[in-house]
């Protein structure tokens, strides 16, 4: 079993930054894909960034060259930094890790961009 923690969410004016981490603990595999997917009010749960164990990454056309995801495999963390945050970019932000047939998320976290 994979235990998922989340922590840095809150509110932000629009142009600020906020940084994401996702801590995972328990049976880890050395092949696997972590990120972030992001849930809107009334709006489906889509990928926002990705990251695979080779470092190989993705990211939702809205928020390249304002997003950066990165990981620490030493501390088993992956990381979500977002600049240039707009009031679009709200919602509850939920980082999964895929390894196996398996998926593991976190319980999801609140961000808020408002003035």
């Known amino acids: 079993q994979v235990q998922v923690a989340e922590s840095g969410g809150g509110l932000v004016q629009p142009g600020g930054s906020l940084r994401l981490s996702c801590v995972f603990s328990g049976n880890l595999f050395s092949i696997y894909t972590m990120g972030w997917y992001r849930q809107a009010p009334g709006n489906q749960r889509d990928m926002v960034a990705s990251?695979?164990?080779?470092?190989?990454?993705r990211y939702k056309d809205s928020v390249k060259g304002r997003f950066t995801i990165s990981k620490d495999d030493g501390k088993k963390t992956v990381y979500l930094q977002m600049n240039s945050l707009r009031p679009e970019d709200t919602g509850v932000y939920y980082c999964?890790?895929?390894?196996?047939?398996?998926?593991?998320w976190g319980q999801g976290i609140q961000v808020t961009v408002s003035s």
């Open positions: 999964y890790r895929e390894q196996g047939p398996a998926e593991f």
């Open positions: 990251i695979e164990n080779v470092g190989f990454t």
